[in-house]
């Protein structure tokens, strides 16, 4: 009995402990909370809003594919700067300011304009006409084409009839056959074409519904009516706004300035809350705790409020996200300026280190599985809200997918540690491999958006539990003083190039393919992978891995580690170097989160 009152004695404390917050670190828990959730409402539209200005998807994988370059330059050159001028603080603060105001940037740039059809029509009758106008319209008289009329509307202040369309048998206006054009419908009729100045277009005759021949087409109300015309071939000219690139180059420009600072931001954002957590000799888990959360909960309200807000308005925009995204950054910032922190510097001898990397082959192969996961990650993260989209899924239910993998990672992360020790760590990244294909193909086979959520749940080994395996593989596999290198290697390979490879991948299968068998195809790519890694390291990896662990092993043995101190590799603080996405990860070493 009392040794069940120790026990449960000795859970009180342990809780205690560990849900107690040090007072001194609850301003970079806030920090951590603002800024995770402010720059995950700044990034997580950009693929639906680039859609939204008319760039295609092979235009959007051309993006993502040149964005990681920034990813690369941007925090090795913050970090010179902080270094030069010894003020870091500085260097953050303008790192976060530049990524809003380049990030809301986007919302100015012009929509690209498209070169629209549109079918006015009135009790006198109906005419279509081009938005732009070429002679090469000229070409499509008198010739027979199936038109599919969509998002009609009245076009008066005050709407008091109905949206109908009178199909007539004869030359009379007083006999029809109406139709309700609040659905699209599809005709098939002759196209007389006209021109007149700037002018040009059709008229309708001849017309064809479910078999029945119709002489006109009038629209009997006293509001005009307005639809859009799918299926008459545009002309594809030089002179052709609708084939103009500037909305491309001006929002790649624009995006590739913004991702620079961003990316040199979450690797600052990561430097100083290792400083603030050594300054008072906290856990560098529970600030990342925070962080997490903060993930979780601004991704359904940014979706609702984009439902919203598209519902007021009546046409598709993100801007909702944009603005709510730099408001919680700016007030990240203002909290940073009353942060007092030191960030210690990287060590002299780092370069002439480095060449260690290219010359063992164990951890250049680590570093082709951790590209080729990120490539995994990177298709998911750029094509799945289309996907979503196509299927008619909300902004919140899209925001909803981010919070599932989010909140099932949180009870995760103290228990992580744990699982990969006990499976290990190339057991964790054959099964992350594995789980992959399980995601891709089950997205391609479903209907309905919202059984998306099953298989979110299923980022716990994609996303949690491999990311954890990764980071602490590091210390087994870094030559002596490059634990920071590593680690920042391998968050910019997964993060940055990764992501990188799987959009340019995906918008190649997207293009030539169909979303559904894009998701199929990666799948096919994700098992090879995970079994050509297997066959590696059974047969070839696993002696020299087991190697190194007991080389550690027994260097840890004549040291005496393990006296207590904080787990912060060599009691600094390196300089600036990208980890990626969730860069402070990174801090998840042979322990549980404490």
């Known amino acids: 009995m009392a040794g069940c009152e120790g026990q449960e004695g000795g859970w009180r404390a342990f809780l205690k402990k560990e849900l107690t917050w040090k007072k001194e670190l609850i301003p970079i828990k806030a920090i951590q909370f603002l800024y995770s959730a402010g720059t995950n409402a700044l990034f997580a539209y950009l693929t ?4 939204q200005l008319g760039i295609t998807i092979k235009e959007i994988g051309t993006i993502y594919t040149f964005l990681p370059i920034t990813s690369i330059l941007g925090p090795p050159i913050s970090g010179i700067l902080a270094d030069k001028f010894g003020n870091f603080k ?22 690209r304009p498209t070169n629209s059809l549109t079918m006015s029509c009135g009790p006198q009758g109906h005419t279509l006409s081009w938005s732009f106008c070429h002679g090469c319209h000229m070409d499509s008289d008198n010739i027979d084409l199936q038109v599919t009329l969509q998002d009609c509307e009245l076009h008066c202040e005050s709407p008091s009839s109905d949206l109908v369309m009178c199909l007539h048998d004869t030359n009379s206006s007083d006999l029809c056959t109406s139709f309700d054009l609040k659905h699209q419908i599809t005709l098939n009729g002759t196209l007389t074409s006209w021109m007149d100045e700037d002018m040009c277009g059709h008229t309708w005759h001849d017309l064809q519904y479910e078999s029945e021949m119709f002489h006109n087409l009038t629209c009997p109300g006293q509001c005009p009516v307005e639809c859009q015309v799918k299926g008459v071939p545009p002309c594809h000219l030089p002179d052709d706004p609708s084939q103009s690139y500037s909305t491309f180059w001006i929002y ?19 430097a100083l809350t290792l400083a603030i957590v050594k300054q008072h000799n906290g856990d560098y888990g529970k600030q990342r705790f925070l962080f997490i959360v903060g993930m979780a909960v601004i991704s359904p309200l940014t979706g609702l409020l984009i439902d919203w807000h598209e519902e007021k308005v009546g046409y598709m925009d993100k801007m909702p996200a944009f603005y709510l995204g730099a408001g919680l950054c700016l007030m990240s910032a203002l909290l940073i300026t009353r942060l007092q922190f030191s960030v210690d510097r990287a060590s002299e001898h780092f370069i002439q280190d480095l060449k260690q990397l290219v010359i063992r082959p164990e951890i250049n192969m680590y570093l082709v599985m951790i590209l080729l996961m990120g490539s995994n990650w990177g298709f998911i993260e750029s094509y799945l809200f289309i996907y979503l989209g196509s299927l008619g899924a909300s902004n919140s239910l899209m925001g909803l997918t981010m919070t599932v993998g989010s909140l099932v990672g949180l009870p995760v992360m103290f228990v992580a540690d744990r699982v990969v020790e006990k499976l290990h760590r190339p057991v964790i990244f054959i099964i992350s491999f594995f789980t992959y294909t399980i995601r891709h193909i089950g997205y391609s086979y479903i209907n309905d958006p919202w059984l998306v959520l099953p298989f979110e749940l299923l980022e716990v080994f994609t996303y949690q539990l491999m990311w954890v395996a990764a980071i602490t593989y590091c210390p087994i596999l870094a030559p002596k003083g490059l634990l920071a290198t590593i680690t920042a290697l391998i968050g910019t390979i997964h993060f940055s190039l990764g992501k990188g490879l799987g959009s340019l991948v995906g918008a190649h299968l997207i293009a030539n393919l169909d979303l559904p068998t894009a998701f199929r195809v990666y799948g096919g790519i994700s098992v090879t992978c995970g079994a050509l890694y297997s066959l590696l390291h059974f047969f070839y990896l696993k002696k020299k891995i087991q190697a190194r662990e007991k080389e550690l092993k027994e260097e840890e043995r004549r040291r005496g580690a393990g006296e207590g101190r904080p787990m912060l590799d060599d009691q600094t603080v390196p300089s600036p170097v990208i980890v990626g996405k969730n860069t402070a990860d990174s801090v998840l070493r042979k322990c549980s989160i404490s």
């Open 48 to 51: 639906l809003h680039m859609q």
């Open 90 to 111: 500085l260097v953050v603060l303008v790192s976060l300011v530049l990524t809003v105001v380049f990030h809301v940037m986007l919302l100015y740039i012009p929509q």
């Open 252 to 270: 790649f420009i624009l995006l590739m300035i913004a991702n620079f600072f961003m990316s040199s931001l979450f690797t600052m954002m990561d």
